[in-house]
């Protein structure tokens, strides 16, 4: 994909993207109402951290604000890459109902199509959610150059990570059907896992968070660095510097399957 | 290798298939459903045929035929699992996305518009997706909407409108980027009398006009008629012929038939060349090949039996296709 093409699929998603965005103010009432409940819903989620740590002092030696500055990174990079592209995990439905086969007779990459169709901003109050709880965190962050670039660098690979795993994850329905519970526990089950410090799981899990399912990158091991702790798992330093690779690997390799399952795609027999 | 694309003079075919194949792995239940097995079904097999520009082809065949799967090779949709597809000197599955600037589809049974968005938007979207030069999607739109008479659905979202103006909405929208082919997967199925008329008139005069392709595909032999100077019929995957409409009924064995009501009843008239089919009271239904001559066979039958009337049937191109159809390929499919 050269340059210039790279910026042509960008000014297509965003033109599909606005359409939806019109066509969803022909009823701003339920939009409001909608981002409203899903930003009640992930505020609540935070209240219920909030609640633990009012019994306990801290997770395994992580303070509140330091969890919440894993909770607000990791939330932020899930939502803006499910509002991004949030809409790959319909392939299933999409490949059932024939809208594959006329997404493919566009002039428009189909990934880039997935992606922008019914885009929508509902997930704007678990955005909003997500950047006040990272922003309250920060300010406890003892601030250097050197880690504001690692803080920016963990937001962008962050969602390069959650990108490579909804596009991976969903390419299952190309070769099965119904498989968006199994892709969901992927993505949302990565998700989840990474709002707390991942001290608490067992080293098998965080070696597996690390190497298979790399969400530990999303957010672990830059705040490590960021919150100035040395690892307590002992892994390599160099792993704090790591995430940008880690993004870029996941998204090559979720681009791999995805063409390999494009070329797989059987269509439907009517 | 590197030549073929310079080399490529203004005759060579628009499309190109030879020896194509697709085949669909399927899991089948067995033993009551308690087990399943894997199976190959073999959609398109030893398929070849070219398209010129400017032709209107009718592509027909039955039920399960391979019609569909021809289409969505010619696309890009499906991968061909073997043989060789191209169209405009392209690889329609590598270059895809290349080959949609340049090609149209639609595909009856399901619509290429945004459900819930108005008509308009979805043309708006296309102008942009297709990168469509203002000035020509003006010009497009405005002319389209006016042969199809779609002016007071654009602002109606698309779920709102009727089967016929939906219809109408998609071949607006795969025309608007002035496609060099337009395939259409049974275009007319469901339409009125009077809109699949308004339809072809207008399939004709793109034709006349644009010097558009076309390749159809239908279950309606009026729209063949109509529209298509040349059938492709295809059974069990492959075709079975290729060539003007009328030569079907060479091809079918298709034959005439002669109505006899002779003045009394009689048992079956003998005549040579002719064989009756059917006896009614005095009528009398004979049938002969339809490249014979009637004139020996009416003379014939003139000469031994008092005849009060005669008249003559010609075959009905159903019945051609029909004959066809039933005579089928060799190959099983599963
Ligand atoms: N996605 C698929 N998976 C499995 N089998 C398929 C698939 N698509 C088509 N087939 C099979 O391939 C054969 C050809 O199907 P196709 O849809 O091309 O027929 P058709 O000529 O378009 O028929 P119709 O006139 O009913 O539309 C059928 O036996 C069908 O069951
Ligand atoms: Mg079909």
Not at chain 1, 11 to 37: E, H, K
Not at chain 1, 45 to 63: C, E, N, R
Not at chain 2, 144 to 159: A, K, N, W
Not at chain 2, 242 to 248: H, I, K, M, S, V
């Amino acid at each position: 994909m050269a340059e210039a093409g790279a910026a042509l699929h960008l000014r297509s998603y965003f033109q599909i993207a606005w359409l939806w965005i019109r066509a969803a103010w022909q009823y701003p009432t339920s939009f409001v109402l909608l981002a409203l409940g899903n930003g009640l819903i992930t505020g609540l989620d935070f209240v219920g951290l909030w609640i633990m740590f009012a019994h306990l002092d801290d997770l395994k030696g992580f303070t509140l604000h330091e969890v919440a500055l894993l909770y607000g990174s990791a939330s932020l990079a899930l939502a803006v890459a499910d509002t991004a592209i949030g809409s790959v995990e319909r392939i299933g439905t999409y490949i059932r109902t024939g809208r594959l086969d006329q997404m493919l007779t566009k002039p428009v990459p189909l990934l880039v199509q997935v992606c922008a169709d019914q885009f929508t901003l509902r997930r704007l109050g678990r955005l909003t959610q997500a950047a006040v709880v990272f922003g309250w965190a920060c300010t406890y962050v003892d601030w250097t150059p050197l880690r504001v670039l690692v803080a920016v660098s963990m937001l962008l690979s962050g969602g390069l990570v959650f990108f490579g795993l909804f596009v991976g994850f969903s390419c299952v329905q190309f070769w099965t059907t119904d498989a968006t519970e199994f892709a969901n526990a992927f993505t949302y089950g990565g998700a989840t896992v990474t709002q707390y410090p991942l001290n608490i799981f067992p080293r098998e899990v965080l070696v597996g968070l690390t190497f298979v399912i790399p969400v530990a990158f999303v957010n672990w091991y830059p705040c490590l660095y960021l919150l100035g702790r040395s690892d307590p798992a002992g892994m390599p330093e160099a792993f704090q510097f790591a995430s940008p690779l880690a993004g870029v690997l996941t998204m090559a390799a979720a681009l791999l399957v995805w063409r390999s399952g494009v070329r797989h795609y059987t269509s439907t027999g009517s | 290798m590197s030549v073929t694309g310079s080399v490529r003079s203004a005759q060579a075919p628009l499309i190109d298939v030879r020896d194509l194949e697709r085949t669909f792995d399927v899991r089948r239940r067995v033993d009551g459903g308690r087990r399943r097995v894997r199976d190959s079904v073999l959609a398109v097999h030893d398929l070849t045929f070219s398209v010129q520009a400017g032709e209107m082809v009718g592509y027909i065949g039955p039920n399960g035929a391979g019609k569909s799967t021809t289409i969505k090779m010619l696309t890009g949709i499906l991968v061909p699992t073997g043989g060789h597809v191209s169209v405009a000197g392209l690889d329609p599955s590598r270059d895809r996305v290349e080959l949609a600037r340049r090609i149209g589809v639609v595909f009856g049974q399901r619509s290429t518009l945004w459900w819930d968005l108005p008509l308009r938007d979805s043309f708006d979207l296309l102008q942009k997706m297709y990168r469509i030069s203002p000035a020509r999607y003006r010009d497009n739109l405005g002319r389209f909407v006016e042969l199809l008479d779609l002016g007071d659905q654009l602002d109606t979202p698309v779920r709102q409108l009727s089967l016929g103006q939906r219809m109408r909405g998609d071949i607006t929208a795969a025309l608007l980027h002035d496609p060099e082919v337009l395939y259409l997967d049974e275009p007319t199925i469901g339409l009125d009398v009077v809109s699949k008329g308004r339809l072809r008139e207008f399939l004709r005069a793109l034709n006349d006009e644009r010097g558009t392709t076309l390749l159809l595909t239908t279950h309606d032999l009026q729209d063949i008629e109509a529209l298509c100077d040349r059938v492709i019929v295809i059974d069990h995957g492959t075709s079975v012929y290729d060539g003007p409409l009328a030569g079907l009924h060479v091809e079918g064995g298709s034959s005439r038939t002669l109505v006899v009501d002779l003045v009394d009843e009689a048992p079956p008239v003998e005549v040579p060349g002719a064989t009756v089919r059917r006896v009614e009271g005095p009528r009398q239904w004979l049938s002969f090949p339809a490249d014979a001559s009637a004139a020996p066979i009416v003379a014939a039958v003139a000469a031994s039996y008092d005849v009060a009337d005669l008249s003559i049937q010609e075959p009905d191109i159903e019945d051609v296709i029909r004959e066809l159809y039933s005579r089928g390929a060799p190959e099983p499919l599963g």
